[in-house]
């Protein structure tokens, strides 16, 4: 039975472990030196650092028991996040705390609602879909400037449907509250999962652990005949009869010759900085709409857990987004500007540089979402034809959680062998 999955992120991992419980043979093939994908911790000196920082938030108690099955040992953490507004740090989500924003950004915002401004609904595009559900006011203080650095375009060109389920919606009456005081955590991920390692990387090693017989590293695609149904690794040709694909879904379109509509997507560029030197705030992460800043977010490992810095230093991750053909910025000055802002702000003392680590996610967020595009169905239709099955937050073309990705992996699995045993 030549079952065959490509790439060993959470997606493709799943899968395999389907192949594996049903006892059929199969091969996975990964182009680098180990699993994980999106979800690895890469090592810098003796800091670590995870791919642009991803936690785990639990929507099923199945999922939650898969990973606990892994014996990874794991902390629940409280989420401790806030966004800078100029040089005000103010708890995330800056609509439901309005109490601790600028006093003019607040009545901007009240003054929005008490006109109708906030909760409407109805956009063929995001930039309309945001300022119609969120005002004036905090549009051009955050919605539009946040989001157009992450996506790296204006936002009316991209879908309405692009922030998928995980744009938070409208709440008029917690808006208000939260202009008057503290409203506590809200939002899918007010906690979240995490090892007690200080890598989420773990996570991936220990689901590949018994799949290691059937795990190939190193090995990158230069080609897939869809008439033979076979794929080239270099000089060697693998036949497959079912193939389950969790690259991007843009590669995959390369690699085989299809055509189609244009594939929009932002790329980030992560860039890991480990100093000698200690942080002066808590949080996890702050995101940062200020336009004159190129980064759009920023993560502080070393807030989430101490292990992933040596003694006496600390740790930040910091996340530019990038169109398809935008030029990455000057490492260097990139680290020296990131480095003199968070000490301007009085965030970070910081006595010397000790490591700097850069990661290109590319694609890492997807505009035309699969789902209900029709152009994306005679694609789908001829990759099914030659018996591939696209899987995973890039083969699905879709905005996945890490638990949304592992589903979609087994769902091809399963399908896969439905296929061949039938």
């Known amino acids: 039975m030549s079952l065959v999955v490509v790439g060993a992120g959470f997606s493709g991992l799943a899968a395999a472990r389907v192949f594996l419980d049903a006892g059929v043979e199969f091969r996975l093939f990964e182009a680098e030196s180990g699993p994980g994908g999106l979800l690895r911790t890469d090592i810098a000196g003796a800091f670590s650092f995870d791919r642009a920082g991803h936690f785990l938030h639990f929507q099923t108690e199945t999922f939650e028991q898969i990973l606990k099955h892994l014996h990874v040992p794991m902390t629940v953490v409280s989420r401790r996040s806030a966004i800078l507004i100029g040089r005000r740090i103010v708890p995330y989500p800056l609509q439901f705390n309005l109490h601790a924003a600028p006093a003019e950004l607040r009545d901007a915002a009240l003054a929005d609602l008490a006109a109708g401004r906030i909760g409407r609904v109805g956009a063929d595009d995001y930039a309309t879909l945001l300022l119609k559900a969120w005002g004036p006011a905090l549009y051009e203080a955050f919605f539009r400037p946040y989001n157009e650095k992450l996506w790296a375009r204006p936002l009316c060109d991209l879908p309405s449907d692009c922030g998928a389920r995980f744009l938070p919606q409208p709440n008029k009456d917690l808006l208000l509250k939260g202009a008057a005081g503290p409203i506590g955590q809200y939002g899918y991920n007010a906690e979240f999962a995490y090892p007690s390692s200080g890598r989420v990387g773990d996570l991936a090693f220990a689901m590949a652990s018994p799949l290691e017989h059937a795990i ?126 968070f000490a301007d702000l009085g965030i970070i003392d910081c006595e010397a540089v000790e490591e700097i680590s850069v990661h290109l996610i590319s694609p890492a967020y997807v505009a035309d979402r699969n789902v209900g595009q029709r152009g994306f169905a005679p694609i789908i239709g001829q990759l099914a034809q030659a018996n591939i099955m696209m899987a995973g937050r890039f083969g699905s073309w879709d905005y996945f959680s890490a638990e949304d990705a592992y589903f979609d992996g087994a769902r091809a699995a399963n399908a896969a062998l439905a296929g061949v045993i039938s």
Request: charged share 25%; proline share 6%; net charge negative.
């Open 216 to 341: 190939e590293y190193e090995a990158r695609i230069n080609s897939i005949d869809l008439t033979r149904q076979r794929i080239r690794f270099g000089q060697e040709w693998v036949d497959y009869k079912k193939l389950i694909f969790t690259g991007p879904l843009s590669q995959v379109c390369e690699l085989t010759g299809l055509s189609g509509p244009p594939l929009v997507y932002s790329r980030v560029l992560n860039l890991r900085i480990g100093f000698r030197g200690r942080m002066r705030i808590n949080d996890h992460w702050l995101y940062v709409p200020d336009e004159a800043v190129s980064f759009f977010r920023v993560g502080f490992p070393s807030n989430v857990d101490s292990r992933t810095c040596p003694p006496g230093c600390a740790s930040m991750s910091l996340e530019y987004g990038l169109d398809e053909t935008q030029d990455t910025p000057d490492i260097d000055r990139s680290v020296a500007t990131a480095v003199g802002y």
